[in-house]
Nanobody, 123 residues
């Protein structure tokens, strides 16, 4: 399995931007579908965005469409999430996840997870 480490979270005012990174170990990063998920206190983990092996296909939750952008650099074994126009309701722990088999929006599709990075958006 691939090992994942997220970074880039923090405290930002509403309307601000952040870029999350997810560094992957191993030499097979390019063979994984990758996704970003988030979990707010008292809520279930929810899908944010996902990207195909090559980066040619991306999908977003309706709540972030037009504000967030997922991308990957397979040469650097790194996944990114650019977050613009942040809202207080975006506050959550953000997780990156990897799947070798399924390219879906269900957390159960992903077998490898990072430890998460906290994003807090103040109003």
């Amino acid at each position: 399995q691939v090992q994942l480490i997220e970074s880039g979270g923090g405290l930002v005012q509403a309307g601000g931007s952040l870029r999350l990174s997810c560094a992957a170990s191993g030499r097979t990063f390019s063979s994984y579908y990758m996704g970003w998920f988030r979990q707010a206190p008292g809520k279930e983990r929810e899908f944010v965005a996902r990207i195909s092996w090559s980066g040619g296909r991306t999908y977003y939750a309706d709540s972030v469409k037009g504000r967030f952008a997922i991308s990957r650099d397979n040469a650097k074994n790194t996944l990114y999430l650019r977050m613009n126009s942040l809202k207080p309701e975006d506050t959550a722990v953000y997780y990156c996840a990897a799947s070798q088999t399924y390219f879906g929006s269900n957390p159960a599709d992903y077998g490898s997870w990072g430890q998460g990075t906290q994003v807090t958006v103040s109003s």
